[in-house]
């Protein structure tokens, strides 16, 4: 009887992860609900997409009798009317030129200006930040008469400079806000041994603050590139010649010459935005990434 008091009680079986989950606690009230906007956000924003990109796919005559079906059968030629129109590619082309050029702009000003108001200490820095910051105020959309007296007296009319120039002007204000936290959050013990081996300031924004940077310009530039893809307002000011259109002009000429023709305005439509959208999905982890460490700063 002592031997067998002696033992050790055996060792409790572990809970079976089916067990466990079993004792869960139900989902609460306000984590469905969490779900059910969710979705319903995600439904509403991709929906509308989805049916416009399919329903290139259909007839004019499928639209009218069934406006939310499937295509049966799928009709590929307005999708290859649209690729193998000249027009189209030109409008790429503008759209391209357009907005690397204003990405670029905006980048190289934006962090120019970022820096100064990031890493030195001078009177009124707080002051010209908030010029930046109520910057955000006055859409583009407001300025435009004098926006548009100003560009025909430097002759840009017409031209692709006339419409990178003042949306790199318009997007300093968001840029230096996503831009001047990020900076501010670079150790000041770097740039003090930057300058103890013989850097200057110059040579440490361009060989050390630059590189450190690059989430924050890629963010900057994914954002810039999207909405000057988007663009709409601009071009229509200050484009005049259809071989210098950019595609949202593009879509709005089609739509008008081929006003009966449903079915094809929406496959150029769904075509035109699908190398933005495509390309801000690729680089969504990098505009999240950078958006924290700005926000961490």
Do not use: C
């Not at 601009?234 to 449903?262: I, K, N, W």
């Not at 933005?276 to 999905?281: E, K, R, S, W």
């Amino acid at each position: 009887m002592t031997a067998l008091a002696d033992r050790p009680a055996p060792a409790t079986p572990p809970t079976p992860p089916a067990a466990a989950s079993s004792r869960r606690a139900p989902l609460r009230a306000s984590t469905i609900l969490q779900y059910v906007i969710v979705l319903a956000v995600i439904a509403v924003t991709i929906v509308p997409v989805l049916y416009v990109i399919t329903s290139g796919f259909r007839t004019n005559g499928q639209i009218a009798s069934a406006p939310t079906a499937l295509p049966d059968p799928w009709v590929l030629s307005n999708y290859g009317r649209v690729l193998s129109s000249g027009d189209f590619w030109q409008q790429v082309l503008n759209s391209t030129l357009i907005a690397v050029g204003t990405t670029a702009g905006v980048i190289i000003t934006g962090t120019m200006a970022a820096y100064p108001l990031a890493r030195y200490r001078f009177r009124g820095r707080e002051a010209l930040y908030l010029v930046f910051v109520l910057g955000l105020l006055f859409p583009i959309g407001v300025a435009i008469l004098p926006l548009y007296l100003q560009l025909r007296d430097l002759h840009l009319l017409g031209t692709h400079w006339g419409v990178i120039i003042p949306q790199v002007a318009f997007a300093l204000p968001i840029t230096v806000i996503i831009l001047r936290p990020f900076l501010k959050a670079i150790p000041r013990e770097l740039e003090e041994a930057a300058f103890v081996d013989g850097t200057t300031r110059v040579g440490f924004f361009f060989r050390i603050l630059l590189p450190l940077a690059v989430p924050a310009m890629v963010t900057v530039g994914v954002l810039q590139f999207v909405a000057s893809w988007n663009a709409y307002l601009m071009p229509l000011l200050v484009l005049t010649s259809p071989d210098s259109y950019t595609l949202p002009l593009g879509v709005a000429r089609f739509s008008s010459q081929y006003s009966s023709d449903t079915a094809a305005i929406l496959a150029f439509t769904s075509v035109a935005m699908l190398p933005a959208l495509a390309f801000f999905t690729l680089m969504e982890k990098r505009i999240v990434g950078g958006l924290s460490g700005a926000v961490k700063g």
